[in-house]
Nanobody, 114 residues
Framework: VQLQASGGGLVQSGGSLRLSCAAS????????MAWYRQAPGKQRELVAT???????NYTDSVKGRFTISRDNAKNTVYLQMSSLRPEDTAVYYC?????????WGQGTQVTVSS
């Protein structure tokens, strides 16, 4: 299984970014996926999840600002981030939740300046 995250960068507070995670080596259409993030000196935290049926969940701090979605034809999961805040600064990782957990992408850095 390989997960290739991209789309990070430097953005001003209030700005937007869209992260992508291209997956290979798995049955993507039946896989539940997630985005996590890890800020410097902090534990990795769950940001958003999406099931194979595209049911979604979000951590409270990003509700109404972030949207997770998937394109099964492209084996890709997305994280659209809007109204970004400096506290969103972190390395963002995608991962497989089910049915083959434990695989992580390399991460993509998101930096939000105030």
């Amino acid at each position: 299984v390989q997960l290739q995250a991209s789309g990070g960068g430097l953005v001003q507070s209030g700005g937007s970014l869209r992260l992508s995670c291209a997956a290979s080596g798995l049955f993507f259409g039946i896989s539940a996926m997630a985005w996590y993030r890890q800020a410097p000196g902090k534990q990795r935290e769950l940001v958003a999840t999406i099931t194979s049926a595209s049911s979604t969940n979000y951590t409270d701090s990003v509700k109404g600002r972030f949207t997770i979605s998937r394109d099964n034809a492209k084996n890709t999961v997305y994280l659209q981030m809007s109204s970004l805040r400096p506290e969103d600064t972190a390395v963002y990782y995608c991962t497989v939740l089910r049915p083959t957990p434990g695989y992580w992408g390399q991460g993509t850095q998101v930096t939000v300046s105030s």
